[in-house]
């Protein structure tokens, strides 16, 4: 079954390519979410397994996070949120997000951490007339309050590649490496296939 198995790897290559393109065009490419998706061909004893990986906070990203809801008082946010967030399946659906902020189930401080972060390296963080650094937590505040109170969009970015590799792998190519697979065994055990 070796002609299954090269392709198999040959559909987790792509959906590891079409996963990390995915992430870079929504802007969020280039970091450890990017660098952990990977794609494994593994045995067993069934056949084959093809199984897909990435960083645990990667499925965030993909599927969003809903908010609390809340009014926002000012800035460019300012109204009334629902909070409601989704994302769009591996089929096409689009389905609200399993996942939102206040349910006390993520790490304590999560969220704000993880903002500190960004606007480090975002290079947010405001400065001095000598070019020291002050201290961000204004602005980690509101962003904080910002995303809690409406969440996070998912970018379905590991949901459409997964679509095209389950189509892929239903394919005409793939029942053509099957039947090499079965002709080839049937050679080796010396019956002719002509």
Not at 33 to 52: M, P, R
Not at 68 to 88: D, L
């Amino acid at each position: 079954m070796k002609n299954v198995e090269r392709y198999l790897e040959s559909v987790g290559r792509r959906f590891v390519k079409r996963a990390k393109k995915n992430l870079s065009s929504a802007g969020k490419g280039g970091g450890k979410l990017q660098n952990s998706i990977k794609a494994e061909v593994k045995t067993t004893n069934d056949g084959y397994s093809l199984q897909f990986f990435m960083t645990d906070y990667g499925t965030f990203v993909d599927k969003g996070v809903k908010g609390t809801g809340g009014t926002i008082k000012s800035g460019v946010h300012e109204g009334t949120w629902s909070g409601r967030r989704w994302f769009v399946n591996y089929k096409g659906k689009r389905k609200d997000s399993p996942y939102k902020y206040g349910r006390g189930t993520g790490p304590k401080g999560g969220l704000t951490k993880g903002i500190a972060s960004f606007i480090r390296k975002k290079g947010l963080q405001p400065r001095d007339d000598k070019g020291r650094y002050l201290s961000p937590q204004g602005l980690k505040t509101a962003i904080v309050r910002t995303i809690w109170i409406k969440g996070i969009h998912g970018i379905s970015f590991f949901q459409k590649p997964l679509g095209q590799a389950i189509a892929e792998i239903g394919s005409e190519e793939m029942l053509n490496d099957i039947k090499l697979d079965i002709l080839d065994g049937l050679e080796k055990v010396g019956w002719k296939t002509e």
